[in-house]
């Protein structure tokens, strides 16, 4: 099981970084040419979500995406630092006032999570004290050969 593990700051910038390394390893892993669109879609919303949830919870953590090669499967965790339940959409934080700028970033957020459930058919979704963590995985080919 080979793992790579990237981490970036919570700038939008960085989104499209974490797409291209995503496609790289998933390509090198044996997931199918076709689904590598997907996976850097899945990757780009997962990243996303993750850049918002850490800009309007003013943390300053980066963002972390794994990035593992199993023998029959390939899975990316995107993890966020927002700690307890209000990393998991429609849930907030002790303190946080509803208003219509909370109301757009959950809206936002339950939109990101819907992209990523169309195209990922094994998708997780949790949150804990370590954060919120988005869990996708893809099948890949057995005999996958490396250039």
Known sequence: MATVELRFSALPEHVRTARLVAAAVARRAGVDEAVLDEVRLAVGEACSRAVGLHESHDISDPVRVLLI??????S?????GVTGSSGTPGARGAGEAEGVAE???????EMGLAVISGLVDDVEVTSGEAGGMIRM?????TAAVLP
């Open 69 to 74: 090669e199993d023998e029959k499967k390939f």
């Open 76 to 80: 990316i965790e995107v993890g966020d």
């Open 103 to 109: 109301g757009d970033a959950e809206g936002e957020d």
């Open 137 to 141: 995985s893809w099948p890949t080919t």
